[in-house]
């Protein structure tokens, strides 16, 4: 194993601890907001904002995502979108149940 | 039969095989936790009430679980780190670690849940509680699955390190990805169904 290889696992490796540590202080502030008992649009905005970038942490640093292949992007791109899709179908039949409103 | 393209790139894709399957599968994935978590929200807004988690399920122990969780994934990934610094014995330890902590989450899940049927909670009582052991039941169903392979890559799997150590730590990076997939699945699980 070359110097320059094993120098770029032990960056990896940094990151990861950091990773660590911000995902265990957002797990504090997820459980912090539900403890400050805010209004529902307002603690559901938050909780999914949190958990997005920790769901992103994970996808970046762990899962390697920050430095892939075009082919996974694209993969994930279309997945992304049907997932929103997904995600949207429920708002969306909400809203043609009420028409007048 | 040999498998291609298990150790370089495949010219066109630019990817192991390994690699590429392993993404689609967890696109897959993707889609069938997104369908769990439609009908989660399909549930909620048409629903005339809807209860508050906390007030039915337990928040310390899912939040215990969460840390349990995202120390998995750290020790998952050191599990590699460790075969790319050519160091079984480390790689060992973590793999062993990460396994040990996805047994330590079913334990923690096994106490919650007999305390919800102890009470009498069950899928059948209400919507709120039938889509909670719907999800958090088949995120449990993912993680015995990972431990499965995780074993497999600690005891008899492992012997391909010595034959062909890049092969091996390609696949051991490809059950880390399902791995965190389960982490990733759980980080919005704790939330939606605890918090909100």
């Not at chain 1, 490796?13 to 459980?31: K, N, P």
């Not at chain 1, 529902?40 to 390697?64: E, N, Q």
């Not at chain 2, 919650?112 to 209400?126: C, D, I, Q, R, V």
């Not at chain 2, 990076?173 to 939330?191: A, M, N, Q």
């Amino acid at each position: 194993m070359s110097a320059d290889h094993a120098a770029d696992i032990d960056k990896h490796v940094r990151a990861y601890m950091m990773v660590f540590g911000a995902l265990l202080a957002l797990t504090v502030v997820t459980v912090a907001i539900f403890y400050l008992h805010l209004s529902a649009p307002a603690a559901i905005g938050l909780a999914l904002v949190v958990a997005t970038v920790k769901g992103s942490l994970v996808a970046c640093y762990f899962m390697h995502l920050i430095s892939e292949r075009k082919l996974i992007y694209v993969v994930l791109i279309l997945t992304v979108f049907f997932f929103i899709s997904l995600l949207l179908l429920p708002v969306l039949t909400s809203i043609t149940d009420h028409p007048g409103v | 039969m040999e498998i291609p393209y298990t150790v370089s790139a495949r010219p066109d894709t630019g990817l192991t095989n390994g690699k590429l399957g392993i993404w689609l599968f967890l696109a897959s994935e993707v889609m069938l936790f997104g369908a769990l978590f439609a009908s989660y929200i399909m549930l909620r807004v048409g629903g005339a009430t809807w209860p508050k988690g906390a007030e039915i399920l337990n928040v310390p122990l899912a939040t215990a679980n969460t840390i349990v969780l995202i120390t998995s994934s750290v020790t998952m990934v050191m599990a590699w780190a460790s075969l790319m610094r050519n160091n079984f014995s480390k790689y060992r330890l973590y793999m062993g670690l990460t396994i040990l902590l996805g047994f330590v989450f079913l334990v923690i899940k096994y106490f919650e849940y007999s305390a919800k049927f102890h009470h009498g909670l069950a899928p059948s009582t209400n919507t709120f509680l039938a889509i909670y052991f719907t999800m958090t039941g088949l995120h449990g169903l993912h993680v015995i699955g990972g431990m499965a392979v995780n074993s497999y890559f600690w005891g008899p799997g492992a012997k391909l390190w010595r034959q062909n150590p890049t092969w091996f730590t390609n696949r051991v990076e490809h059950s880390g990805l399902f791995w965190h997939l389960v982490d990733l699945v759980w980080i919005f699980l704790f939330p939606t169904l605890y918090l909100l």
